[in-house]
């Protein structure tokens, strides 16, 4: 198993672009969670998905987007970038089973804004 | 006030001391606690669940006060390998979010 994989790794933007970072997960979890990570101030949860089809919003969903049209895929879109959205973004998908309560993160996506 | 908070540290020790650190939580109904631990520009991952009557997992040692609103977490025999920021997480009962606290630090030295 791949476990969760994000594409891509790093990028660099110019204010006003747009891009779509993808996140896929190959353990059949129905929850998936796109999280920012910045200096001194922890994951902060963006948007999340409870199942294919389904998002919501998170403690900071201004300028991002999210869809989950596929239950192994977890797709977060920025439409116009700013220099706020510089920051680590982290995907994860959870495993909910007796007994176990489990996170799983993908390697991250090193987010630069211009 | 923040639902997590976390002291940030860092803690330095040397290799083979006790270090102890908490997290305390603002919300009464949480139910499931978490210490994840995340090295340097890497991911966090999972480094033990916290049950009501404590538990140890090799040199970790986890409790938590439900009446005070705060986890711990002990690791004894430091390691150099133990270098990370530990991560503390809160989950509200049936809530599919998790709150994550900032992290402590701590660095084992030689």
């Known amino acids: 198993n791949a476990g969760v994989t994000q594409t891509p790794k790093f990028r660099v933007l110019k204010t006003g672009q747009s891009m779509t970072l993808l996140c896929a997960q190959d353990?059949?979890?129905?929850?998936m969670y796109w999280y920012r990570q910045d200096p001194g101030m922890g994951l902060r949860l963006i948007h999340y998905?409870?199942?294919?089809?389904?998002?919501a919003k998170g403690e900071v969903p201004d300028g991002y987007n999210v869809s989950r049209l596929k239950k192994q895929n977890f797709l977060l879109g920025l439409e116009s970038a700013a220099p706020s959205q510089t920051s680590v973004y982290f995907c994860?998908?959870?495993?909910?089973?007796?007994?176990?309560?489990?996170?799983?993160f993908g390697p991250g996506t090193r987010l630069t804004v211009l | 006030r923040k639902e997590v908070e976390q002291d940030p540290g860092p803690f330095n020790v040397p290799e083979g001391a006790t270090v102890a650190f908490n997290c305390t939580y603002s919300n009464s109904a949480s139910q499931s606690f978490f210490w994840y631990r995340q090295d340097c520009r890497k991911e966090p991952k999972l480094l033990m669940s916290v049950y009501s009557s404590g538990n140890e997992d090799g040199r970790f040692t986890a409790q938590l006060n439900r009446a005070s609103q705060y986890i711990s977490l002990l690791i004894r025999d430091s390691k150099l390998s133990d270098s990370a920021t530990y991560l503390c997480?809160?989950?509200?009962?049936?809530?599919?979010?998790?709150?994550f606290g900032a992290g402590t630090t701590v660095t084992v030295r030689a």
């Open positions: 997480v809160v989950i509200p009962s049936n809530d599919y979010k998790l709150s």
């Open positions: 353990m059949n979890h129905e929850y």
């Open positions: 994860a998908s959870r495993a909910i089973r007796t007994g176990e309560d489990t996170q799983y």
């Open positions: 998905s409870v199942g294919e089809g389904t998002t």
